[in-house]
C-alpha cells in the first residue's frame, strides 16, 4: 500500500522518522498558546533579582524598576546568588556594577539615585575597578566625588 | 509532492486535513507570536517613526516622503500613521497586536500555497513551517520590534500575491494582484518582488491573476521607474547611507566609500551574490563569512555551522528534486511544484537584484520563504518515495538524512524563540538609556511635549514588562541557537 496513493491513509513509521521532528517542537508551541490564553507565562519566568544581582546581571530594566517602581535603596549592600559575581554574595549595586566591568549600569545607577562615597570607600570602589580592569567604569568613577585619582593608591587586590 | 488527490480515511477527509495545517501554522506562529508580544517597541528605529507620524498629518507624511532621496517609502510610515492615530495611546497593544497577526498570516498563507489532502501531505507542513519560520533570512521579521515590521509586510504581500496566483482566475484577483503591488512598492524597494512573482507566476501557467493584470501592474512598474528616476529624483541609496558585510567582516560607510567609490560595481555585485548564496547557503550572513571566518581562526559555533548545515541540505534536496523531475520536464509535462520551483528561482534572482546597495539577512526574507516553499515541494516529493519504496540501504541513508534535516530545522525554530526572548530583554534595557533630545529620541520637547510624553509612555512600559534575563539561561543554549543578522 503506498503512502499517498489511493486508499493510503497513515504515514509509515520510515515517513514519520523522517519528518517527525518539528512535531517535537509543535508540543512546545501547544504549551506556549496554551498557557498564553491561560493567563500564564510559559518558557519567560523571570527569577526575582536583587538590585545587586540585577547591576552584576546587566539588566538595566530591572536596576529600573526596582529603584523606580520599588523604591529599592540603590546605596546600601544587597544579597548576591553565587556564581554570579565568583565568591562575592554581597555588595552594593555600585559595586556589582564595577565587578561585572558595566560602566553603562555604573552610569544608570548614578542616574537613578546611587552615590560614590566620598574618602575611603570612593578610593576603594576605583580600586575595585582598577583590579577589575574595567578601564571604563574607572574613567566613570574619576568624574564622581571630589574628582581626586586615588589609583597611585590601589596596590593591593581587593575582594 | 503528488498532486493526486486521495481521500484518506473516512473521519478525516481532505478538507479536514487542509484545516488541520492551517490550524497546525496558526499554533506555530501564536507560540511566535507570544515572545514578539512579550518585546517592548523597539527604542530606536521604531520611537523615531513613531515621533515621526505624531508631529506631521497623514497628508504631509506622504508628500515628504516622495521627494527623500535615496529611497521611495511614502507608505513606510503611513502605515505606521493610521494605526497610531487609532491606537488611542495603547500603542504598545495595537502594533504588538499587529505583529502578530501578521505572523499567523504569513503561515497560513504559506501553508494554502500547498496542497494538504491526506496524512502524508500534512506531514510535510511541520517541515515546510520550520524552514519559513527558523530561516536566518525570516528572524528579523520578528526580532525587530518595529510598530510595524516593513521586511514582514513585504513578505506577507508576496505570499499574498503568490496565493492570488494560484487557482482559478477572477476580477477581484486581478484588482487585489495590482493594489497589491502599488502598496508594496510604495512601502519598500522590495515590495517590487510582488511584480517578479506575478509574473514569474505567469509565465510558470499559474492563471490566477490575468495576463491583462500583469501588464497594468508592469505598467505600474514602469511607472515607478520613471517617477522615481525622473521627476521625484528619488534615484538608489549611496554608498554613505548604510553599513554593510563585506569579506570577514562589516564595513562603515567610510571604509566603503575608501574602497569602492570609484567603482562601486564590484561592491554591488558582491552583495547580489552575498544575498543569494544566504539564501541557499546561510553563507555569508549578511555579507559577511561567518562559519567560514570561524573555521579559519579556529573560533567557529555550532550555531552557525547548523545554521549553514541545515540550509545547504534543504538546497541540496531542491536540487534533489529538481534532477529528479527533468525527465518529466522533457516530454513536457509540468506539475504545479515545478512552477513553484521556478517562481521561487525568479524571487531568489529578484530579491538579490533588488538588495544590492546593502547586505542584510532580512532583506531576503522574501526569497527565503520561497526557499522555504521549495524545500517542502522536494520534502513532500520525498516522503511519498519512502511511502512507495522497499526498505533497503540507499532507502535508509534517505530516511536517515531526511530526520536529520528535520532535527536541523526543527532547532534553527526553537532557537527562534530563545533569540526573542533575548532580543525583549536587550530591547527592554535600550529603553532605560532613552533620554529626550539625545539619540534616538531627537526632538525639542519644549516645542513638542506630546512626543516627550510619548518617550515617557514607551519607556514607562518597558519598565514595567517583565522579562527574562539570558544571563540566567544555561551558556551552551546560546552556541546553539543562531542570532539574528
Sequence with gaps: ?159 | MSDAVTTGAPFASPRRWRLAAHAYAVVVALGIGYFVAGSPLQASEALRNMMAVQRTGLYELLVSQFTQGGFLRPLLLAQIDVPFELAQGRYFEVFKAIHVAQVVLAAMLFVNLRPVRNAVEMLSVPFGLALLFGSHTFAGTVTEAFPINTFLTIVLCCLAAANLAQGLPSRWKDAAAVTLFVVAALTVETGLLVWVCLAAAWIAGFRGVSGRALLVTTAALAAYMVLRFGPLHVGAPALVERSSGFGFRVLDPPELIARFGDNPLLFYAYNVAAQVLTVLFAEPKAGVWVLARGLSTGDWLLRDLLGVAATTGATVLIGWYAASRVPVWRRGEVAEGDRWLFVAAAMLAGNAVVSYPYTKSVIVSPAGAFHALAAVIAFGTALERLGRARLRPALALAVVLLAALSAAWTVRLVGLHYRLREKAFLTRNDWMFVTAGRPPAEVDVRRYPAAGRLIGQLREEAVSIRVPNPVFDPPRVSRVFEEAW
Design chain 1, 1 to 159: 500500500m503506498t503512502a499517498n496513493g489511493a486508499g493510503a491513509a497513515w504515514p509509515s513509521a520510515l515517513q514519520l522518522v523522517a519528518a517527525g521532528a518539528p512535531l517535537v517542537a509543535f508540543l512546545g508551541s501547544l504549551a506556549i498558546v496554551a498557557g498564553w490564553a491561560a493567563g500564564a507565562s510559559p518558557f519567560w519566568s523571570v527569577p526575582t533579582l536583587t538590585l545587586s544581582e540585577a547591576a552584576a546581571a546587566r539588566d538595566a530594566g530591572e536596576v529600573t524598576r526596582l529603584i523606580e517602581r520599588e523604591h529599592v535603596d540603590p546605596n546600601r549592600a544587597w544579597p548576591v546568588r553565587a556564581g554570579l559575581l565568583d565568591a562575592v554574595r554581597s555588595a552594593t549595586p555600585l559595586e556589582a556594577a564595577v565587578r561585572a566591568r558595566r560602566p553603562e549600569i555604573v552610569g544608570l545607577l548614578l542616574r537613578l539615585g546611587a552615590v560614590v562615597p566620598d574618602g575611603p570607600p570612593r578610593a576603594a570602589l576605583i580600586c575595585l575597578g582598577v583590579h577589575s580592569a574595567a578601564d571604563d567604569v574607572v574613567t566613570l568613577l574619576l568624574e564622581t566625588g571630589d574628582r581626586s585619582d586615588p589609583r597611585g593608591g590601589c596596590t593591593a587586590r581587593i575582594d
